[in-house]
């Protein structure tokens, strides 16, 4: 589930950084906080995967978001931070819906909730303030009596007091001064919005720093917990840091890691030989080295940092001449028993390597906590021209991953998480067939999930759904996501590098939907390990189709077209003025595009022809059954 943070140019950019950061300490591993825009909230279908909207400190508020409105009225939360509140009409006692106003789809509509049985508005105001160096703070005192000193910031929260549909978070403790009321929570229709009247999202310098600054973090937790979201154990601490990074080779060809390190450092010794590429630094090591002592290094290295971007450096450990780390070594992923699966699954698959090279998944690249393997690779143009393929970068943890347009993939425990470097010549493989590898990987995984190492039969709730989305139908027939494909491509002489990245819900505990959940209690345990190797193994069998026919998909239309959502749906187009009702066909098969057919009225010609849809310029809302324009 996503936290979703507004941005745009009203947005106090420190708020917005702050905001940002404090969100993502508290709530990752179990949530991915991100940015999304004005035009975003109005053109994507973000609302089924939010569990939060926040509204940072603005210098001046937002235009009206009807999105925004619906969003909360049907059950979402909203947090404003450094904002006034205030009622304009009769009390709260038993206050009704709330929403936006009833004119709230103009967009020079200032933003404000409005209560629809007293017909009374909620209008928000910003700071007058901005916070900076040198703001006069202000203390506050929370409901459970616990005090927090030193923040800045205080706008009005007016006309508000504890009500069936109102409570008081906290109060000003200077109470000579009116309005006293720092933060209120309001039932909103059956939702609820957060609003505080001081920038909470400020760290809190000066005196007694650690005291407030803790009792600051406190308040934030409290708050988030009361909103609903489900805040990490204290358990999971140890994973919010990047570790290293484990490069190792398949036994049954113990020269692919040796390869691998001349190829990028031009040398067979790799301890203590560092990388500087665009994105990120490598510093390389000898599985001779303690990996439990490079762990806490890792730790105490990142620790002092919200910010990823200052994780570096990355650090590799070399497994050379067939080594592999031991299985207490990776707790959260065997490499052992995956090498061992991949064996059986591309013997099952009949998939062969060409001379000199390896199969699928038998070049590995493991870390139990990364940023993004996606990133690593894609982001670092030195590693990626080195690299040979195919190669593989899996993670147990993903802190930063990277999911379709701008958003993120935060892959917490039981996330099946990769990225499958390949390459393909342009002069044998069309560019106009790049489009079918997104819709090739989503077919391997739905096999995979069908397969007897897997699921077996129970497989077949397993579903595509399009572009590039794996869905899962309950036994209460809901449709539930529990994967995504990301495809990236660099073109450099003549040549494309693939970057496939992969995430499928495995162990993921509920809300989450996941593959073990699809199981009944007899059913044998399904594996990280062999899930992994089937999906690669499938895909293997798959690609080398696939390169054969120089990218067509006309040998697995069939099975893609069985295995997808979509046949005969009739979903509204929003892309055509007006909006029109079509029927889906199918995917062409030169470009890849979603081929749609107008839905015939009473006063159809029967002309109307094919509405064609390109997979990376729209967004495909399920639930809703729209097409909407990403642009």
Partial sequence: MNVLVYTGPEVVAASLTHTLSILRALLTPNYTVQTISHRALQAQPWTASCALFVLPGCRELPSSIRAVSDYVERGGSFLGLGVGVKRVGSSLDDVGSLGLSLDSSKDDMPFRFYDRPSKSSITLSPVSDIPSEGTQTINVQASDGSAVDGLMSHASIVDFEDTQRSKILARFTDTSSAPHIAGVKLLIGDGHATFWGVSLEYPIGGNALEVNEERRRNLLRDMLS?????????????????????LVGHPSTPEIVSQVVRLILDTQDAAGK??????????????QESLDDLKVQCQADYLASDDPSVWQPK???????????????TPLFS??????????????????????????????MYGEV??????????NPSLLASLPTPFLSLASFQLAGRGRGSNIWLSPAGCLQFSLLLRVTLG??????????????????????????????????????????????????EMKKIGGILVSTNFVGGKCDIIIGSGTNVFNPPPILSLAQLQNPEDPPISM??????????????WSTFIQGNGSFEPFMDLYLERWL?????????TTTPHKAVRISGITTDYGLLRTVPQRTGWATGEEGFIDLQPDGNSFDLMAGMIRSKS
């Fill in 315 to 329: 650090h590799i450990v070399v497994y050379s001449n067939g080594d592999q780390p031991q299985s207490g070594e």
């Fill in 428 to 477: 044998e493989f069309p560019s106009n067939k790049l489009v079918f590898v997104q819709y090739l990987f989503a077919l391997a995984v739905a096999e995979a999930c069908r397969d007897d190492g897997v699921l077996g039969k129970r497989g077949e709730a397993v579903r595509i759904k399009w572009p590039n989305d794996i869905y899962a139908i309950t036994s209460q027939g």
């Fill in 335 to 364: 490499i052992q028993k995956f090498f061992e699966s991949l064996l059986v699954a591309r013997a099952q698959e009949k998939c062969s390597a060409k001379d000199g090279s390896w199969g699928f998944g038998e070049c590995l």
């Fill in 529 to 542: 390990e062999t899930t992994a190797a089937t999906i690669l193994a499938k895909f293997e069998s798959m």
């Fill in 226 to 246: 009361e909103l609903g979201l489900k805040l990490p154990s204290s358990e999971d601490g140890n994973t919010l840091r990047p570790g290293p990074q484990l």
């Fill in 566 to 574: 979509h046949s005969d749906q009739v979903v509204t187009l929003t």
């Fill in 274 to 287: 560092k990388l500087e590429d665009q994105n990120d630094t490598f510093l390389f090591h000898s599985s």
């Fill in 370 to 379: 990364v940023t993004s393997t996606q990133t690593m690779i894609d982001r």
